[in-house]
């Protein structure tokens, strides 16, 4: 079932106008003995930001642990982050901004400049997908598996979504489409999304409208 997950999760997110890696499928022979059916993703790479955004320029930082986007300073390595794109300049300078104000910025700073900063519309959608399709194992529960990329164009950040192998499973993590809006494991972000009346009002008519399609 992991081999369609993919797929299907990002199929969702193409929908909805949330850019995502390509999927197919392919025959796997390995010295002219098939071994099945597997997926083929996409990776998130230069070639990818070509084709998703107006500029693939950017900084490009995958996540490669669990990170709740505490703020813990403005040394790099003090995050679970690796710089993916420019590497030689290492500039992370739009990163720390981005930490700093979701854990930072008062209530009212937060509502009315996050969306300055950050590609706000097109994460409340990736964060509707992901609660309907139970995907604990993301930044909502485990706090991981996303990039992020700064667009110099709009000079904002925006939220990749990746690997959704867990996806669609009911019985992981034992947790409804609300309890995860209700108590989202202390993660920064979501914390904050949802303490803030507009933007989880956003969120939920996200899901109502992928509902009711």
Known sequence: P????????????????????????AKIYIND?????????????????????????????????NSDLSWLGTDPDSYTFELQTNEEENDWTKFLDFVDFINNATDLEFENDF???????????????????????????HGRNWYMYHEPVSNKMHWVPWDYNFAFDRRASGSSDLDLIQNNAGKVLTTRVFNTPAYRSRVLEYMLSLIHI
């Open 2 to 25: 992991s081999i369609l997950k993919d797929k299907l999760a990002y199929d969702m997110f193409r929908f909805q106008g949330v850019s995502g890696p390509r999927v197919s499928h």
């Open 115 to 141: 969306n300055g900063i950050f590609h706000l519309d097109e994460y409340l959608k990736i964060v509707a997908i992901d609660i309907l399709i139970n995907n604990w194992d993301s930044y909502l529960q």
């Open 33 to 65: 003995v098939y071994w099945g059916v597997y997926g083929l993703i996409e990776q998130i790479d230069k070639r990818y930001l070509k084709r998703n955004f107006a500029d693939n320029d950017g900084n490009l930082w995958k996540n490669k642990a």
